[in-house]
């Protein structure tokens, strides 16, 4: 069994714009290890979002290979595209994209009861992510009462419920001010360590990427 949770090989997107072909990931080949962070730099426009939708089998369009888990993706139909990303992956976005009229546990709940987690084992396991995050006095507080970094607090949370073998991260703090950014961060990368998931994370910040196991760079589509 490879110790590999991303395998990716010649990764391609392209997109017409104008009758003119712009050209954004020009083969990319990368490997992230189980319970290894690697962070993807790269300014605003470098494919950073295209390639995370492409492993996060969001959207189609893309020629090459993706393996997750151990297992060959991309010539997968829509279920079971839907099947892997809730069986093996979770995600945090740049906007934490919570469900207004349910709790802060019921957040974290939910997408272990789609999983088919037992209510009481998903209550169970909400609640303690959530007070590993600094949330266990904030349970049952709806998004709407909870500030900025207390929310993406909760997205970390739910994306990792499930206990994924990767999470992908887009911007996971850019919508926080710095110090915020710096706190919610740090408490991301130590729960996904702790939970000993793999991480996949989308930045333009430096000191953020420092922060990860490994820096690559996309640069004219490709990685460095």
Do not use: C, W
Not at 9 to 15: A, I, P, Y
Not at 179 to 193: I, N, Q, Y
């Amino acid at each position: 069994m490879s110790d590999r949770v991303l395998s990716v090989r010649e990764l391609t997107r392209s997109f017409e714009q104008g009758g003119v072909t712009i050209d954004v990931l020009r083969g990319v080949d990368l490997d992230i290890g189980k319970g290894e962070i690697v962070s993807l730099l790269g300014p605003s426009g470098s494919g950073k979002s295209t390639m995370l939708q492409a492993v996060g089998l969001l959207e189609g369009g893309f020629g090459g290979s993706i393996e997750i888990d151990g297992v060959q993706v991309v010539e997968m139909n829509g279920d079971a595209r839907t099947t892997v990303r809730r069986e093996h992956m979770g995600f945090v976005y740049q906007f934490h994209h919570l469900l207004p009229d349910f709790s802060a546990r019921e957040n974290v709940v939910i997408p272990q009861l789609i999983y088919g987690t037992e209510t009481d084992a998903a209550e169970a396991r909400a609640s303690e992510l959530l007070d590993r995050l600094g949330l266990g006095h904030r349970l049952d507080h709806r998004p709407s009462a909870l500030s900025g970094g207390e929310q993406q607090r909760v997205a970390v949370a739910r994306a990792l419920a499930n206990r994924p073998a990767l999470v992908l991260a887009d911007e996971p703090t850019g919508n926080l001010d710095e110090a915020t950014a710096d706190v919610v961060l740090g408490e991301f990368l130590s729960l996904v360590r702790e939970e000993g998931s793999a991480a996949l994370i989308a930045t333009h910040n430096e000191r953020l990427a420092a922060k990860t196991d490994r820096m690559v760079r996309l640069h004219e589509g490709r990685l460095q």
